[in-house]
């Protein structure tokens, strides 16, 4: 298989196979159809096919005989017979010499003690499994001029590891690297693009071993952008005594928190890479860009954020790569084939993800535990993944469509049809497989872990649910009819869709708020019924305050979030009037539960109204609201007392979205972008306001 394109390289030898070309043949020997091609590598099926064509044309004018996808066994297997073939991809063959041989120099050994799993594999590291053709297919990109390679993947996949050895490759053939990785940036970088694109400046400068002579070229007047692009076109670019310089970014995905920043530099990269194509300076420039697809906050529907240049997905591990890297971590018994077999349910059960894998592996060559154990408890608390499933709980739990969308998938053993936007987002965290909008989940772990989970919550849910319809029935106060001014999900999604067509038509500008009572149901457990309730009321009727009339329609799901449209409200509107909702209900000092009670004997049934006339400071004193007020004093309020939580009364988070509806915008896309805003919030400590404006202008 290796010597595929050594002799395709002779037999046509004034056209050399480009990285697609290989791509296709190396998918043609392996038996793959041109959709199977197109799935995993960015292009379109029908491009494939027409690369396809192309190359069984020129192979059949180059040997005299008709060459197809289908012969093409037949046709190389009697080539390779009659003649030695030498390798004319010289960037290949040194790309995977150097692998083999630094494989072969230490598996000679046997990893006495292999350190646990974590971060990218160093390039000595026999633990890197190699995954053709990924490899040499990027290897081979990065050599292109002006090329971008991005690489994507949803969390401890490889990237970072991939992205090494495409660096470390680049070194060989003598270019210029730049490594640039933005979780180092503090957050202050963030806070305009001209601070960031002078931060990003200086940083490739100094790689370059180049003083950064940023005012010599910087100009306010032009912009961040065009000053960012003469900087580099007038210097540094310039400056390259070599043929080419490798731009290293990863962890991308941190910019695309940052809308403001994302909506500037991520189309500035793109018009680099078309400047590529018709200037020989800019063709120096290789860029390969690095993201966590987890991030993600949609423009269009299947669509991540920057899609641009030659995009690279990561594999799983196949069974054999699974045995190969059991071997590297001295695992004596997966040598043979009754080794292969023993592995198979460990594979299945990981759905050949890296980390998982390698997790396993690490555990069990330090004879911890079995593999036979370790596949029984892997889906549970007590099992060496609890942490890593908990996480993606956590993230799925801050989505209710994402929750149930999840739970569609994992009930039921067949493949299920999901929403577009709902199977795009779990794909990216890596939750399912999709076949087109047939979903199933990526692995019996998360299979297994998330359908237990959510029978748990089901029941919690309905215990939870009985709890709020009794107050319901009973209560007749002006709080339970605020409540009511909340329509169901259901309905007020189907109120945007139905108004969305009017609202493009009329070119109206929309505000989206979605907020959410912080920890209000870790609080379940410890307030009754009727007090939990009038707490929710109390809050429903102050949203309906604080939104001031401008909301068209509200709605109020899951017991502690509420969602209001705003029609004809620009994003900084909506953010005033989140924020003053979250001050009203701030004023409203809902307690949340003390462990410990000081002064009830003095001050039992003061109402904080009245905190005066006990002689005492009233910004001393935090008011108790329940149905007896009870002022403490804060100097008293213990970290303990308060449970951990940052405040000792009820908060809200808030995220704002706008958009200007029209055929590339939809409700979904505006609700999403919302909910992330929502997340930032919570993120961030809670009790604050995230305006998200990256549906404001197109990317």
Same mark, same amino acid.
């Given at each position: 298989m290796e010597q595929l394109p050594?002799?395709?390289? *002779?037999? %046509? @030898?004034?056209?050399?196979?480009g990285s697609i070309q290989q791509f296709v043949l190396h998918q043609s020997w392996l038996g793959k159809t041109y959709g199977e091609m197109a799935k995993g590598s960015g292009y379109r099926s029908d491009y494939i096919k027409e690369v396809g064509s192309q190359l069984w044309q020129d192979l059949s004018d180059a040997l005299g005989e008709r060459v197809t996808k289908k012969n093409l066994h037949l046709v190389l297997n009697r080539l390779q017979q009659d003649k030695n073939v030498q390798h004319n991809n010289q960037s290949q063959q040194e790309f995977q010499a150097n692998f083999d041989a630094q494989r072969s120099s230490l598996n000679l050994v046997t990893l006495s003690k292999p350190e646990f799993p974590s971060g990218p594999v160093p390039l000595a590291s026999p633990l890197y499994i190699n995954r053709p053709p990924l490899e040499e297919l990027v290897c081979t990109e990065i050599m292109q001029p002006g090329c971008l390679l991005r690489i994507k993947a949803p969390r401890k996949m490889g990237k970072s590891s991939l992205l090494n050895r495409v660096i470390d490759h680049a070194k060989v053939q003598g270019y210029k690297t730049v490594y640039l990785d933005f979780q180092e940036a503090d957050e202050a970088v963030f806070a305009s693009i001209e601070k960031f694109l002078r931060w990003f400046c200086i940083n490739v400068s100094r790689q370059l071993n180049l003083p950064p002579n940023l005012d010599d070229y910087w100009d306010a007047e032009m912009g961040s952008k065009v000053s960012c692009k003469i900087y580099f076109e007038g210097y540094l670019l310039q400056h390259i005594d070599c043929s080419a310089v490798v731009l290293a970014l990863n962890e991308v995905n941190r910019i695309f928190e940052h809308p403001k920043i994302a909506q500037d530099f991520l189309p500035m990269l793109r018009f680099w890479h078309e400047q590529a194509k018709q200037d020989h300076l800019w063709q120096k420039l290789h860029l390969v860009v690095v993201h966590s697809t987890e991030i993600y906050i949609p423009l269009k529907l299947n669509q991540s954020p920057f899609n641009v240049g030659l995009t690279v997905s990561l594999p799983p591990f196949t069974l054999k790569q699974v045995q190969n890297l059991a071997q590297s971590y001295g695992i004596d018994w997966a040598t043979d084939s009754e080794g292969a077999q023993r592995l198979a349910p460990l594979q299945e059960m990981m759905g050949g993800h890296p980390y998982l894998i390698s997790l396993a592996l690490y555990h069990i060559c330090q004879e911890e535990i079995t593999l036979e154990a370790l596949l029984q408890k892997a889906p549970t608390p007590s099992g060496i993944y609890s942490q890593h499933i908990r996480e993606l709980l956590t993230m799925l739990q801050a989505d209710p469509q994402l929750m149930s969308a999840m739970q569609q998938v994992v009930t039921v053993q067949q493949s299920v049809q999901l929403d577009v936007l709902a199977a795009y987002k779990l794909e990216s965290m890596g939750l399912v497989q999709l076949d087109g909008h047939q979903a199933k989940p990526s692995c019996e772990l998360y299979r297994l872990f998330f359908s237990q989970q959510f029978g748990k919550q089901n029941e919690v849910h309905g215990y939870s649910q009985s709890l709020e319809e009794e107050p319901r029935e009973s209560s007749h106060t002006t709080e339970t009819d605020a409540l009511s001014n909340f329509v169901n999900p259901h309905n007020f999604t189907k109120y945007l869709e139905i108004?969305?067509? *009017?609202? @493009?038509?009329? #070119?109206?500008? %929309?505000?989206?708020?979605?907020?959410?009572? =912080?920890?209000?149901?870790? =609080?379940? =457990? !410890?307030?009754?019924?009727?007090?939990? $309730?009038?707490? %929710? @009321?109390?809050? #429903?009727? !102050?949203?309906? =305050?604080?939104?001031?009339? *401008? #909301?068209?329609? $509200?709605?109020h799901y899951e017991g502690t979030k509420f969602t209001a449209i705003l029609p004809q409200t620009p994003g900084d509107v909506a953010v005033e009037i989140a924020e003053n909702v979250r001050k009203k209900v701030m004023e409203l000092a809902i307690s949340r539960r003390l462990d410990t009670q000081p002064h009830r004997d003095t001050l039992q049934g003061t109402h904080i109204a009245h905190i005066n006339d006990l002689g005492l400071p009233k910004d001393n004193f935090y008011p108790v609201v329940g149905r007896n007020r009870v002022a403490m004093p804060l100097e008293r309020l213990s970290n303990a007392q308060l449970n951990g939580f940052p405040a000792p009364f009820l908060t809200v988070s808030l995220g704002v979205a706008t958009a200007r509806p029209n055929h590339q915008t939809s409700p979904g896309m505006l609700i999403a972008a919302a909910e992330e805003a929502l997340s930032q919030a919570k993120r961030k400590g809670h009790n604050c306001v995230i305006f998200n404006s990256i549906l404001c202008q197109a990317i």
């Open positions: 050594e002799a395709l390289g *002779q037999i %046509l @030898q004034g056209k050399p196979l108004e969305w067509p *009017q609202w @493009q038509t009329q #070119a109206s500008i %929309l505000s989206l708020i979605v907020c959410e009572i =912080d920890y209000f149901r870790f =609080d379940s =457990d !410890t307030h009754d019924s009727q007090i939990r $309730m009038e707490s %929710l @009321q109390q809050i #429903a009727s !102050t949203i309906c =305050d604080g939104l001031n009339g *401008q #909301a068209t329609r $509200m709605t």
